[in-house]
């Protein structure tokens, strides 16, 4: 079953926009952590928050963690072309012991030349 | 060094038949996973495993799943009496150890059609 929700489902931008993306989950977690996918096929890592983390930076990437509101938020600055792609969030809960990821169903981003 | 691979890339096959699916990890993974992602959703887990044992097998769907690893590299998942609603892509991704904070690394994914 799927952890949580992503919105908005899709999301079609011009390049140079800034894209943000929301994530929520519904129980208490080890991380929170964001893929993109492209075509359908294999995962890209692109960044991990730990629970005790609030917000991460990493290149044009911006990610936010709100435990109380078991939320986060991925913002892509200065969006690219080469930026469309499905994004998702997953969780670890702290039930697991393993790295068992939950998705979400991810959000479709458009970035227009 | 390479990255994780999936064999077949593509697979069809008839429903009531058995498959096969592969995965190689990145060598030196002890942990890898296997998820399934049908389309338009995220991918779902399966099961994962901790060197030749499986850690936690709860997200297979029922028993016509099964999958190993018997010396702790490679891994076949295995479906029984196909489905039509098997069809999916299955994804496998390994990571150093089966500590949360590793990141996993996933493979193209071997995409299943079951006519």
């Known amino acids: 079953s799927q952890q949580g929700e992503e919105d908005p489902q899709a999301l079609s931008i011009q390049e140079g926009e800034n894209a943000t993306m929301n994530c929520s989950y519904k129980?208490?977690?080890?991380?929170l952590q964001w893929y993109r996918q492209n075509s359908g096929r294999g995962l890209v890592h692109l960044i991990l928050?730990?629970?005790?983390?609030r917000e991460k930076h990493s290149g044009r990437l911006r990610v936010t963690l709100d435990t109380s509101k078991k939320s986060s938020s991925l913002l892509i600055t200065a969006s690219r072309a080469a930026d469309t792609a499905s994004y998702f969030c997953?969780?670890?809960?702290?039930?697991?012991?393993?790295?068992?990821?939950?998705f979400g169903q991810g959000t479709e981003l458009s970035v227009k030349p | 060094g390479a990255g994780v691979s999936q064999t077949p890339s593509n697979k069809v096959t008839e429903k009531g038949k058995y498959v096969e699916l592969r995965c190689d990890p990145i060598?030196?993974?002890?942990?890898l996973y296997w998820y399934r992602q049908s389309l338009g959703q995220g991918p779902e887990f399966l099961i994962y495993?901790?060197?030749?044992?499986?850690?936690?097998d709860s997200g297979l769907p029922n028993d016509r799943f099964f999958a190993v690893r018997p010396e702790g590299s490679v891994s076949t998942l295995k479906i029984q009496r196909t489905e039509r609603g098997d069809s999916a892509v299955y994804l496998c991704?390994?990571?150093?150890?089966?500590?949360?904070?590793?990141?996993?690394?996933f493979g193209p994914g071997t995409r299943l059609t079951v006519l």
């Open positions: 129980t208490s977690i080890n991380n």
């Open positions: 997953a969780t670890i809960t702290i039930y697991n012991q393993g790295g068992k990821l939950i």
């Open positions: 060598s030196g993974h002890t942990a």
């Open positions: 495993f901790q060197g030749t044992g499986a850690a936690d």
């Open positions: 991704a390994s990571s150093l150890t089966k500590d949360p904070g590793n990141e996993q690394f």
């Open positions: 928050i730990r629970s005790n983390e």
